[in-house]
């Protein structure tokens, strides 16, 4: 499967965001699809996942009840709203796939796979 993130772009603080990632290729095989994002000179970090089947999700607590990952099955595609953001959420947003019999709730970068281009997110105060 195939991934590709966009909906980036500059915003002020305490405004709104909606990320895609839209699934192509063997998009029949629905492992849990993972956001993740990489600051400038920062490490990769993990934002939240959601299952293809009942749409159930996690996140990572520096952007629980701020961010919401939704999906919708018939267009292969992976949302990323986000609220109330800050400067600190400035960063390149992936999303990728949970690799094959990894556990659910991973937040390790290392057990998702088939990354997308990233999408920038800049975010001014």
């Known amino acids: 499967v195939q991934l590709q993130a966009f909906g980036g772009g500059l915003v002020q603080a305490g405004s709104s965001l909606r990320l895609s990632c839209a699934a192509s290729g063997r998009t029949f095989i629905r492992y849990p699809i993972g956001w993740f994002r990489q600051a400038s000179g920062k490490e990769r970090e993990f934002v939240g996942a959601?299952?293809?089947?009942?749409?159930?999700?996690y996140y990572a607590d520096s952007v629980k009840g701020r961010f919401t990952i939704s999906r919708d099955n018939a267009k292969n595609t992976v949302y990323l709203q986000m609220n109330s953001l800050k400067p600190e959420d400035t960063a390149i947003y992936y999303c990728?796939?949970?690799?094959?019999?990894?556990?659910?709730?991973?937040?390790?970068?290392?057990?998702?796979?088939?990354w997308g281009q990233g999408t920038l997110v800049t975010v001014s105060s």
């Open positions: 959601i299952t293809w089947s009942e749409g159930s999700t």
């Open positions: 990728a796939t949970m690799r094959p019999d990894r556990r659910w709730g991973s937040t390790r970068g290392n057990d998702f796979g088939s």
